[in-house]
């Protein structure tokens, strides 16, 4: 999943290791996070997201292709 979370970071002069003790997270989970490579839990996207005072869909974007790799996240086809 896409992500703006540096971007919101940086506009609130946050370092990766401020924002993950606001946050209650690891600095590791930051990075993981702004480099793509962990997609946050909906508990954190919400965290996140009010922290910053913004909606989950400002900082984090949904993207079709990510539910095409990844089905059996996606949920239960419709019929």
Known sequence: MRNRLKVYRAMHDLTQEALAQ????????????????????????FKTARFFGVRIEDIFIFDEQDVAAHPLEAGPPTQ
């Open 22 to 45: 606001k946050l209650g997270v690891t600095r590791q989970t930051i990075v993981s996070v702004e480099n793509g490579k962990y997609d946050p839990s909906i508990h954190l996207a």
